[in-house]
């Protein structure tokens, strides 16, 4: 158990346990939660409010979350001179289900990503981001309905693994020369260096998550989205590998798409298809034939573009979550940026962290509670009460604030 010197671990709550692959969840499990920088306090009042509505509902007071306030970003490097306290990390891997909202990470120097390390450091291996339309939130699509997937992203390696050197620095001048000497591969002088790791452990394990999760919701399909085509002995050995774990260990229950192809459209009609897609040509077909996709397995850099690009047809980062998952621990969170300009305004959407809240809800088994909440969100865009983000693409709307918002999703649970 670890020793907590400024988070406080509240008296009224257990912690969840994990044990052969399956969590343990009491009725009052110990969430530790970030507040998150810019407008992530504005958000987080109101989103919690909404979890707590929603779980009291649910369940009739049986079952009640015992939130813990860890402490990153600006709120941590303020009040304690650590961007990111080692006791966080330690919150979340000891209580194993975290939730946070937007951290701070400078352009070009200071602080590494704090998202990026909070990620590697609890090996979260996935990042899963649900993309999903609700009827009346203004898009740029014609019908932004058919687009449904959800997004498994690599989240410990490619580019994003931080193996990079500055140019000019005496790391980057050394590893250019043993590149040039030793592997006869020439760079320009002055090259910054990155690297980009891919694993056959790390691949597989992604792709095989993504298969579990599509046949236990009955999904057609598991699109593994690369660029083979380029980087063939990373990009072309995800794809590789990933067709390899799906004919290793769910032969009876996949099928590709070409060996479907070969049999006739009848074939295995039963069995989750198998495909893969280069990442260029994947951004057009989730505009023109986004009903083809349901589940998509991708690396690092890929998925960060495609989740993005894939929420904007819907309506935009602010109703777009995302949780991130590995063995045992996950950390659900929005998956916007901290927007400081209108941080203490009241004004920005709250539904991206709220909607991870959903996630973190159905992760832990409590989907009467998750289910409550989507109704609620539902019914407060019917009613055109929205903040100003869904407002200003929504004709004949009423723009109100982060609070209200959240109000409004509450009185929508019980539409």
């Known amino acids: 158990m670890a020793t907590y010197k400024y988070a406080k671990v509240p008296?009224?709550?257990?912690?969840i346990q994990y044990e052969n692959g399956e969590l343990t969840v009491p009725d009052h499990p110990i969430i530790p939660f970030i507040e998150g920088d810019g407008t992530g306090a504005d958000i987080w009042r109101a989103s919690v409010r909404v979890f707590d509505a929603a779980v009291a509902r649910a369940y009739g007071g049986k079952r009640k979350v015992a939130w813990m306030e860890v402490y990153a970003g600006e709120k941590a490097f303020t009040q304690f001179n650590d961007w990111l306290p080692d006791e966080t990390i330690d919150a979340m891997r000891e209580f194993r289900v975290a939730i946070k909202g937007p951290l701070t990470t400078p352009v070009g120097g200071g602080i590494r990503s704090l998202n990026v390390t909070l990620r590697q450091v609890l090996d979260l291996y996935a990042c899963i981001r649900p993309v999903r339309y609700f009827?009346?939130?203004g898009s740029p699509m014609k019908e932004p309905g058919r687009l449904n997937i959800v997004v498994f992203r690599e989240n410990t390696e490619d580019v994003y693994a931080g193996i990079e050197w500055k140019a000019g620095s005496p790391e980057a001048d050394k590893l250019r020369a043993f590149i040039k000497n030793e592997l006869g591969k020439d760079l320009r002088e002055h090259s910054a260096i990155g690297i980009k790791p891919m694993s056959e452990?790390?691949?597989?394990?992604?792709?095989?998550?993504?298969?579990?999760?599509?046949?236990?919701?009955n999904l057609p399909s598991v699109t593994m989205v690369h660029k083979g085509n380029i980087m063939k002995f990373t990009e072309g050995a995800f794809r590789d590998w990933g067709y390899e774990v799906a004919k290793a260990e769910f032969a009876d229950q996949t099928v590709t798409e070409?060996?479907?192809g070969k049999a006739g459209n009848e074939a295995r009609a039963d069995a989750l298809v198998m495909k893969d897609r280069i990442a260029d040509s994947m951004f057009q077909q989730l505009l023109l034939r986004p009903n083809e996709y349901s589940v998509i397995a991708t690396p690092n850099l890929n998925g960060d573009y495609l989740s993005d690009a894939a929420a904007a047809q819907v309506g935009g980062l602010g109703i777009a979550p995302g949780g991130n998952v590995g063995d045992g621990v996950a950390v659900f969170e929005a998956t916007h940026g901290t927007a400081p300009k209108y941080a203490n305004l009241d004004k920005i959407n709250p539904g991206s962290v709220i909607l991870s809240g959903v996630m973190m809800f159905e992760y832990?088994?409590?989907d009467d509670a998750a289910a409550l909440i989507v109704r609620g969100l539902e019914n407060a865009i019917a009613s055109k009460h929205?903040?100003?983000d869904l407002a200003r693409q929504m004709p004949g709307a009423t723009e109100i604030s982060t609070s209200a918002f959240g109000d409004q999703i509450i009185k929508g649970m019980d539409a």
Do not use: C, P
């Open 11 to 15: 008296a009224n709550g257990d912690r």
């Open 135 to 137: 009827e009346g939130v």
């Open 201 to 217: 452990f790390g691949s597989k394990r992604l792709v095989r998550m993504a298969i579990q999760y599509a046949l236990k919701h």
């Open 258 to 260: 070409a060996d479907l």
């Open 364 to 366: 832990l088994g409590w």
């Open 386 to 388: 929205v903040t100003y």
